[in-house]
């Protein structure tokens, strides 16, 4: 479900919220399923009074050209304290205004390039959360810098060998990171294993440590397509991701 972030004007102007959607098959069904037939619901803290004129910035990870929906809050809801959240009503008499939203959303529908950035999914196995979390940030915000969002990383994340290769069975990914030393089931074992796999083998797969040449070594010959050694610098991370992924 969205949440509205609050994007406030000047003074006297038109209150505009961002609502973050997690993709574009989420904006795309909500706009399908309610904005197009009249209003929805959005979940946010704010006090927002009935009738309260509003412009949304509809958006999403990836979304190049946010899409803005003028509208009215119609109702409140402030109980249970997570649902907390607003109805607002949108007016669909304007014919041409219409038609160039649904037209817009269409496109989204159809992940027109100009409009919808390249998502790479991106399995992260690593037992130490400062690790995990310093590449998942690091890979986003360079994505922002250097390619203006038009690649997104959506990244997953396991502590140990054995939930990595579970998740990487279940989910499809387009590219693994793989510490060398893991809890239960370590990194070459998971590596030689996605490798052994028909349906995963092909997966490029980044092997990361800390223990030099010994871990090096093992990476490699378990099948891995690039080694960085611990402690990581983010533009390798990212440089190497721009090579796998073919980014231009």
């Not at 069904?29 to 509809?58: A, K, M, Q």
């Not at 997570?82 to 219409?98: C, H, L, P, Q």
């Not at 290769?165 to 089931?185: E, N």
């Amino acid at each position: 479900m969205p949440w509205l972030d609050d994007r406030r004007s000047e003074p006297r102007e038109l209150l505009t919220l961002k609502v973050e959607y997690a993709d574009a098959s989420e904006l795309v069904s909500d706009y399908t399923d309610n904005i197009s037939t009249g209003g929805t619901f959005v979940l946010t803290g704010r006090d927002l009074p009935e009738g309260t004129e509003i412009r949304l910035i509809l958006s999403f990870p990836g979304l190049l050209q946010p899409l803005p929906v003028a509208g009215r809050v119609k109702w409140t809801r402030i109980s249970p304290p997570d649902m907390r959240g607003v109805g607002v009503a949108f007016d669909r008499s304007d014919v041409e205004t219409v038609a160039r939203l649904d037209e817009f959303v269409g496109r989204i529908a159809a992940g027109d390039p100009l409009l919808v950035g390249r998502t790479l999914r991106v399995l992260v196995v690593e037992d130490n959360p400062h690790v995990a979390t310093l590449i998942r940030e690091g890979l986003r915000g360079s994505s922002r810098r250097e390619l203006g969002g038009r690649v997104t990383f959506d990244c997953e994340t396991a502590v140990n060998g054995r939930d990595g290769l579970a998740l990487v069975r279940k989910q499809p990914f387009d590219v693994l990171i793989v510490d060398i030393y893991l809890p239960v089931l370590d990194g070459a074992q998971l590596i030689r294993q996605v490798r052994a796999d028909e349906a995963l083998r092909h997966v490029p797969i980044v092997a990361v440590s800390g223990g030099g040449p010994q871990a090096r070594e093992a990476a490699l010959a378990a099948g891995a397509d690039f080694f960085l050694d611990k402690p990581m610098r983010l533009a390798d991370i990212f440089a190497t991701m721009r090579i796998l992924a073919k980014i231009e």
